[in-house]
């Protein structure tokens, strides 16, 4: 399995940030896994760790997308504007319990590379590197 340097979950919920934090630590996904816990505390972190190139941007974000201060369709309508956001290889995976064909439609035009339901299982974190971190693509 592939195994990448850092991870970035974004959800307003602390128990399911400990549950996915804990998946991604057991599975030994990434050397390092931040949390923020709407999507302006996120840009915030991409801000820090990706303008840098020093520090360690993370490579996959588990965005949900409802959240109070900006929510996860805010957050990517953001990040889509920023000038480096298009040169880093960031996989960003919608995770939530919001299934509504509205709510997918609109992440396909965000263009983010993923869109599954919580909660976050060892399978799901599994088949998200192997989809989009395998050397075999």
């Known amino acids: 399995m592939p195994k990448i340097s850092s991870a970035l979950l974004v959800d307003d919920d602390p128990t399911t940030n400990f549950l996915n934090e804990l998946t991604l630590r057991k599975m030994a996904v990434a050397d390092k ?4 816990r709407n999507g302006k505390e996120a840009l915030e972190v991409l801000l820090e760790y990706c303008e840098n190139p020093d520090l360690s941007c993370p490579r996959l974000v588990f965005l949900d997308i409802k959240m109070p201060v900006m929510d996860g369709f805010e957050f990517l309508e953001v990040y889509a504007k920023l000038p480096w956001a298009q040169q880093r290889a960031i996989v960003i995976v919608i995770l939530t319990t919001s299934l509504h064909a509205r709510d997918t439609e609109r992440a396909k035009r965000l263009h983010v590379a993923d869109f599954i339901s919580k909660p ?10 192997e989809k989009h971190f395998s050397q075999a693509h």
């Open 33 to 36: 896994v931040t949390i923020a």
């Open 120 to 129: 976050l299982t060892p399978d799901k974190v599994s088949a998200i590197l």
